[in-house]
């Protein structure tokens, strides 16, 4: 290679950020009152990629816009290869933006973030590469007004909290029903980020802080993970934070009450993003800017926050990266796993709260009493952080899972998640625990084009099964070991089953004509006897049930052999 002079190297240096100097932001254009619409946004990022060897923009799938969701990757040496950029030994750090495009704070501040690395202006280590989502809800972008979150305080337009099917991208990670949520899936699995952060706005009191953070509980992460986290990750952000001029403080989880009296830390289970991604061992975290601040003051914050991130993650890549590895190896082996979790108030953490005096009014309104903030009285004061969810559940891992193929919406599902499984070559009979669901509640109200099932319990028994060829059978010798329980056992959270996954089992679809039915009922009597002595047991106990002939009958029923052994047995197997 031919060397340079010294005056060509600086020509060389002053022409590059030269070339990008021009591209300023809609953000900057407005004085930090505006942010740009969706087609601006995609268009400054593709000039951006064309200005400089750093940045490339790469098209992934379709959305349910119609649109392609994008992903940008910026590395000092222009690779965005992540086959690559794993084997070279970088920490990957994905940034997603406009989740909720009603909170676009992200959306500039990574965009002025970028512009600045590639002029010179602020250095990522060589060990670090940056992956931005421009805008993960497209549709949502695309449906801008002034007047949606009439509280906010800017920018003077913005986007829907829906996508174009009206979803809610932030509880979807887990069932998919957006192409969004398939997508961020598959950019997930590919680049196997080290950290994730997911930026959003938010608001529950009123107080002095201009970001929040939202961190995975350690408990939840769990092991060698959880514990950096709570001592070393979370605590080095706020000190980072606090040399950039902002004082970060826990996401402020109280709402329609005042934070004096502290309050829990907010649960991300995996249904939002920063759960899922705890599921796969990745440090996650969500910044929540204070939507009462200005959107000036919102986004520099976020720009500062990613900062943080980045130093953090490089000044500490070998660490990170020796945890995260050590726990999917650990996952690979562990005998049982956490599938419940509940809040224990005894144990907490003090934190510096900088807040507001409140009190109650009559309202304008009603004429009842309302909250309400004074801003002339601002204080400081200790109070209490309760963030320690430990385990009250534990599942004891089983050698594999298997799935008949006929639940292929599920079976995509743990396909699109890499899920490491194989099919049957044959017809196959094997020895299995086999569940029964034996009661659960179902929300009246849909959430999210879903009715979901909870308070969930179950009996298993062991059974001969019959699996055709092409049923499914999934080890637990995998990475993917945690999401695989989460998901397929039927008392988790965000289970499938949780989200209506199985419904089908629910309802019966086998009957009987009463009047045909009764002789061979009595018949069937007769000939077990054991039955019969069940049934009078009952009718001593149940004075309701003795009053009721086709309840009666119906008992009969299920204790034959004719009821139906499809309905409430779980289609998901246990090999042990």
Known sequence: MRK??????????????????????RFEQSGGKQTPPYAEIIDWWKKLDEKSGKVKMLTMGMTDAGFPLHLVVLANN??????????????????????HP????????????????????????????????????????????????????????????????????????????????????????????????????????DYQHIMTLLTTQSTK????MGDYLNKEFEPALYGLMKEKGFDLVPYVNVWGDTPE??????????????????????????????????????????????????????????????LREQT???????????????LDKSKFREIRYRGFESGRKPSEISGFPRLYYDRTKPYEKTVKLFNYFPAKEFIKKPKAYIIPQGWWKVIELLQLNKVQMTAFKKDTVMEVEACQITDYKTQPR???????????????????????????????????????????????????????FFDAILGQKEGYSAYAFEDIAADYLKKNPELQAKMDQRRAADTAFARDGRAQLNFVYQHSPWFEPAHLQYPVYRVL
Not at 171 to 197: G, M, N, Q, W, Y
Not at 275 to 289: K, Q
Not at 463 to 488: C, H, M, S
């Open 102 to 205: 009603g909170e676009p704070d992200g959306i500039d501040a990574s965009m002025l973030l970028a512009r600045d690395i590639v002029i010179g202006k602020y250095k990522i280590p060589d060990q670090v590469v940056l992956a931005f989502i421009p805008v993960y809800n497209i549709g949502g972008c695309l449906n801008r007004s002034a007047n949606y979150r009439v509280d906010q305080n800017g920018p003077e337009e913005f986007g829907f909290r829906g996508n174009s099917q009206n979803l809610d991208l932030n509880r979807d990670a887990i069932k998919c029903d957006s192409k969004e949520a398939r997508v961020f899936t598959e950019i997930f699995h590919l680049l196997d980020p080290d950290v994730l952060v997911d930026n959003h706005v938010s608001n529950g009191a």
């Open 328 to 342: 999917k190896q650990n996952v690979k082996t562990s005998p049982e796993f956490p599938i419940a979790w509940s």
């Open 261 to 322: 009296n502290g309050w829990p830390e907010y649960w991300d289970s995996p249904r939002y993003a920063s759960g899922y991604a705890a599921l796969w061992h990745t440090f996650s975290f969500v910044p929540e800017t204070h939507m009462l601040k200005p959107y000036e003051q919102r986004v520099k914050s976020t720009y500062a926050l990613l900062q943080s991130f980045i130093e953090f993650t490089a000044a500490h890549s070998e660490k990170i990266r020796e």
């Open 446 to 500: 849909q959430y999210e084009m879903h009715h979901l099932n909870s308070e969930v319990k179950t009996a298993t028994t062991i059974k001969r099964l019959a699996f055709r060829k092409g049923d499914w059978y999934i080890p637990l010798n995998q990475v993917a070991n945690r999401f695989l329980v989460e998901t397929l056992e039927p008392t988790g959270e965000d289970s499938y089953f949780a989200w209506n």
């Open 78 to 99: 222009g690779d965005y290869n992540f086959e690559h950029i794993r084997k070279n030994n970088k920490r990957i750090i994905l940034v997603n933006n406009g989740i």
């Open 221 to 224: 992460l769990g092991g060698l």
């Open 4 to 25: 340079l002079f010294p005056a060509a190297v600086f020509l060389l240096q002053s022409f590059l950020p030269a070339a990008a100097q021009n591209i300023t932001t």
